[in-house]
């Protein structure tokens, strides 16, 4: 690693412990190099156990748990499938892998996930939908409670993608636990990691069965090769469970550290024109992967997105995201615009996207030609910044973080 590498304050990178080399050597030395062994069975049963569903199916990553959780829930082509507006692509994409329609629904301000008004208002201009998938952004916990009711209402099925929110608890129950399907990643950046790899959760034993055939070609119980349904493969490696199960132990300290570096955010920029992520504090416990903020609209200098580039212009007192994201690349420290909604994505451009208030697509036009509030998550967007959250940053680095941001807004 270069010394500017070693010196970067990252946004959220891996940060190992020791045991994970154990659980690898263990492998190695058995000679369980693949997709059978002890730390698959381990991470399996700690896992559930942990947050409390009866099955955990250990994948090779979290877009698989996602598609095997699309194919469960019966999703077929031409199936209109609901789905968070504001998230990653991967929360996506495993709906057109089975050839359903997304249906992208808008996020509310009080924890920037899917706004339970708008998936009503989705359930009524799209009756025919029978799925619908939930993520819980930057490890925030949606609004379960009220999601949760009007999905039961419309008898549909929930899948919840916990990828960024393992660890994260409402009322108490973890996520992954609220939907029929949770889906967990491990991957890189993630609050733990296994270098790669995810899990489904759910407490139905015919479909854990199922999901874990399907991950391993579909064979079926024969003396040779015989296959009766389409095959994946897409289960975990013995060795990247043993860097899985050297990781578990430390998920609670992991979750304590990405608090105190939120808190101490928030504690900075309490007298700036600036929030953080906001969460339902009474009932809800982040596992706070990433830390975020958002400009106030009165002090948001002048920034255009074009489909590639931006242009920005400072002004007095005021910054915009990616100001606070040059700064950042200044001081060798690490940040990422919020992610860019999926109605507006060129891909996804054709889908129908819901408003609290209805239908997006015909009414973003006519907002942006007169001027008026935006769609929320185009709006969090617009002024919105994840900031560096890796845990192996000092409080001395932070400081440089804080106060780099600090003079963004001078
Ligand atoms: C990381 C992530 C995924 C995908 O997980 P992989 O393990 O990288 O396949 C899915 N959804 C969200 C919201 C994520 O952040």
């Not at 381990?42 to 559930?48: F, I, P, R, S, T």
Request: glycine share 8%.
């Amino acid at each position: 690693m270069s010394k500017e590498e070693s010196e970067k304050i990252w946004l959220s990178s891996p940060t190992m412990h020791g045991e994970e080399m154990e659980y690898v050597l263990e492998a190695y030395q058995s000679n369980w190099m693949s997709t059978l062994g002890a730390n698959i069975d381990a991470v399996e049963d700690w896992l559930a156990d942990y947050v409390g569903c009866k099955y955990a199916v250990a994948l090779a990553s979290g877009t698989a748990s996602l598609h095997l959780a699309m194919k469960l829930a019966g999703v077929k082509p031409g199936d209109e499938v609901l789905c968070s507006d504001l998230t990653f692509s991967a929360t996506v994409n495993p709906i057109e892998y089975e050839g359903g329609i997304p249906v992208f629904v808008d996020c509310e301000y009080e924890t920037w996930n899917m706004d339970p008004l708008a998936l009503e208002k989705a359930f009524e201009l799209h009756p025919s939908a029978k799925v619908v998938v939930l993520a819980h952004l930057y490890g925030t916990p949606a609004k379960l409670d009220e999601i949760v009711e009007v999905v039961r209402r419309h008898d549909a099925v929930l899948i919840e993608d916990a990828a960024e929110s393992l660890g994260a608890q409402y009322r108490g129950t973890q996520t992954g636990c609220f939907g029929k399907y949770g889906c967990v990643s491990f991957n890189g950046n993630k609050i733990i990691t296994g270098s790669s790899g995810g899990m489904l959760l759910c407490d139905d034993g015919e479909k854990a069965f199922k999901a874990r055939k399907w991950s391993t070609q579909s064979r079926e119980d024969a003396p040779w090769y015989q296959h009766e349904e389409l095959g994946y493969n897409y289960r975990m490696s013995n060795v990247v469970a043993g860097v899985v199960r050297g990781q578990l132990p430390h998920l609670r300290d992991h979750i304590e550290a990405k608090k105190t570096i939120f808190d101490r955010y928030r504690a900075a920029f309490a007298d700036l024109p600036i929030s953080m992520n906001p969460y339902e504090s009474d009932i809800s416990m982040p596992n706070h992967w990433l830390s975020c903020l958002l400009i106030d609209e009165a002090a948001l200098a002048p920034e255009v997105r074009g489909e590639r580039e931006v242009l920005y212009r400072s002004a007095c007192g005021k910054s915009s995201p990616h100001a606070i994201l040059d700064a950042l690349a200044s001081i060798n420290a690490e940040g990422r615009p919020i992610w860019k909604p999926m109605h507006s994505q060129p891909l996804y451009r054709n889908n129908p996207f819901v408003l609290r208030d209805g239908n997006g697509r015909a009414r973003t036009s006519a907002y942006a030609a007169a001027g008026a509030v935006s769609p929320a998550s185009e709006d969090v967007f617009r002024r919105g910044v994840c900031l560096p959250s890796d845990i192996k940053m000092s409080a001395e680095q932070q400081g440089k973080v804080i106060d780099v941001i600090r003079k963004c807004f001078e």
